[in-house]
């Protein structure tokens, strides 16, 4: 059996101390309407993990001790640090980009894909992993599920119907606006897991330019410094809508708001040992409040906008899902809806976005 090396524990860490607030607070505002979590129940209890699940064991590869262990260790140690009971199992599938996603609310699975394994260090594939549980710990998996199943529903059975899948829409853009939240909580995860921010900032720079050689650390941070002072209106204005349809902030977004939340000192604190515990969490704060309220507000707008036709869509979406047993495909089968679940995403699907389930740096 592969043990895991001693490794600092942070035992009983509660994803509350170090959540971003926008992360926190959107995903307090899509609950709060009731019409948006009966959705998003429906999608994620219903049969979509269960089916995601199967496609994963019938298609991928499952890591352990007889398979990849030093991999399957990494993963391991990667929740043990974060103090998660039970360690998600961990599959590979073929795909040339390097990333991951985890889904699954009951039993999450994390997927790896293999250009991630086979292409990156394992500092950079250890910083991918504490991301991914940095989702499990903060309880991001469930509305990542269905994240994962809108975006294949909407590239799929409602493909060709415009018009049905508005309702859908209304949805999947509430779910991308709290996802690109959630990623900024899930990289101070990583940075606090592999205990150098600088590794996760160096591997969303990988997983931006992919895994070549002489990559500057230095330079990309100053890259990332030119595309926040970008001063043009214009190209503001156009990069806005680019962004707002993606899972994931755009990688050097990324690396600056790591860098702004280690600059003020809450990484030197969790690491010292001075961090918030599980059941010990403060009440809201004036500032959670008003984000709160801006959140629910713009979801609650966008579900008025759709009406009824929400539920009337995910539950065609539940059928098609017990049903065909495979999105995208005609009556189902292993060609089909694997591909929709799996390799189906673009590179932002997985980690930088569009991801429908965007994978982690």
């Not at 999608?43 to 007889?66: I, N, T, W």
């Not at 998996?141 to 209304?170: D, E, M, R, Y």
């Not at 591909?339 to 991801?355: A, G, I, L």
Request: aromatic share 8%; with cysteine; proline share 5%.
């Amino acid at each position: 059996m592969t043990t895991i090396e001693p490794a600092l524990r942070y035992e009983g860490i509660s994803a509350q101390g170090f959540a971003h607030p926008a992360d926190r607070a959107a995903a307090a505002a899509i609950h709060s309407i009731p019409m948006l979590d009966q959705a998003i129940k429906w999608l994620s209890e219903f049969q979509g993990e269960r089916l995601m699940r199967q496609l994963y064991l019938g298609q991928a590869v499952r890591l352990g001790e007889d398979q990849m262990p030093a991999v399957w260790a990494i993963q391991r140690q990667c929740a043990n640090t974060l103090d998660i009971d039970k360690c998600p199992k961990l599959y590979v599938t073929q795909h040339p980009f390097g990333n991951a996603m985890t889904v699954g609310t009951k039993e999450p699975v994390t997927l790896v894909l293999s250009g991630l394994v086979a292409g990156y260090s394992e500092e950079e594939l250890r910083s991918v992993l504490a991301h991914e549980m940095g989702h499990v710990l903060a309880d991001h998996v469930g509305l990542t599920t269905s994240l994962v199943i809108v975006h294949n529903a909407l590239h799929g059975v409602l493909a060709s119907q415009p018009f049905s899948k508005i309702p859908l829409q209304a949805l999947y853009y509430a779910l991308l606006e709290w996802s690109r939240a959630a990623e900024l909580t899930a990289d101070r995860a990583s940075a606090l897991v592999v205990a150098d921010p600088r590794v996760t900032c160096a591997t969303l720079m990988r997983i931006a330019g992919g895994p070549v050689r002489d990559l500057n650390l230095d330079a990309f941070i100053k890259q990332a410094t030119e595309y926040e002072n970008e001063d043009d209106p214009f190209a503001r204005w156009s990069r806005f809508f680019r962004e707002i349809k993606s899972t994931h902030p755009f990688p050097v977004r990324r690396v600056k708001e790591l860098i702004a939340w280690v600059a003020v000192g809450d990484y030197d604190r969790i690491r010292s040992g001075d961090y918030l515990r599980r059941g010990q969490e403060p009440p809201p704060s004036a500032e959670f409040d008003l984000m709160f309220r801006h959140y629910r507000k713009r979801f609650s707008t966008i579900v008025d906008r759709a009406g009824s036709g929400i539920q009337t869509v995910v539950g065609r979406v539940s059928t098609w899902l017990g049903g065909n047993g495979a999105p995208g495909g005609a009556g189902g089968g292993a060609g089909g809806g694997a591909e929709d679940f799996s390799t189906d995403f673009d590179d932002d699907d997985f980690d930088d976005d569009d991801s429908a389930s965007d994978s982690d740096a």
